[in-house]
């Protein structure tokens, strides 16, 4: 198995989550790894579909993101594939996504993971509030609408 190891630029994108939740707003944040961790991350071996963030105390951390274990370092380094990974913000930022993920309903979804030109691993958070079947809909009509009304102008 040959992979190609990213210096740069976008890892995972979670395209489901504009689709499943109105993202509100964005924040970008380091995630704090270990070694094995973050050259899986290279290598592309995570997925950031079922991920969210969850408040412990006064941190805040990344749940549900797996980070697959390279097979070729499977045996020297173990980790958990599924733990809490902290995020890595200023007290300001953390207080006021707490204070957002007290309201009612709202979330905080990774949308994004990449790497800046520096070489640092981000993650783009969305605060967000889950749709329902109605503004699915309504979410796929109009992306619907927007495809034909391109295609309309282009012949």
């Known amino acids: 198995m040959v992979r190609q190891i990213i210096k740069s630029g976008m890892v995972s994108e979670?395209?489901?989550?504009?689709?499943?939740y109105t993202v509100e707003d964005t924040i970008e944040?380091?995630?704090?790894?270990?070694?094995a961790e973050i050259k899986s991350v290279r290598?592309?071996?995570?997925?950031?579909v079922d991920g969210f963030v969850?408040?412990?105390?006064?941190?805040?951390?990344?749940?549900?993101?797996?980070?697959?274990?390279?097979?070729?370092a499977a045996r020297i380094v173990n980790f958990d594939e599924r733990r809490p990974r902290q995020?890595?913000?200023h007290r300001a930022q953390i207080n006021r996504l707490i204070g957002k993920l007290t309201e009612k309903g709202a979330t905080i979804v990774p949308l994004k993971l990449y790497f800046?030109?520096?070489?640092?691993?981000?993650?783009?958070?969305?605060?967000?509030?889950?749709?329902?079947?109605?503004d699915k809909r309504e979410t796929?009509?109009?992306?619907?609408?927007?495809?034909s009304k391109a295609r309309l102008l282009k012949g």
Do not use: C, H, M
């Not at 944040?29 to 070694?35: F, Y």
């Not at 800046?116 to 109605?134: I, Q, S």
């Not at 796929?140 to 495809?147: C, D, G, P, V, Y």
């Open 54 to 72: 969850q408040r412990r105390g006064d941190d805040l951390f990344l749940a549900g993101v797996e980070i697959q274990k390279l097979p070729t």
């Open 29 to 35: 944040a380091g995630v704090s790894l270990t070694g």
């Open 87 to 89: 995020l890595l913000l």
């Open 140 to 147: 796929i009509k109009r992306r619907e609408w927007e495809k």
């Open 116 to 134: 800046t030109n520096r070489g640092r691993l981000k993650v783009l958070l969305g605060v967000g509030y889950g749709k329902n079947r109605a």
């Open 14 to 20: 979670n395209r489901k989550a504009r689709f499943n």
């Open 43 to 48: 290598y592309g071996l995570v997925t950031i």
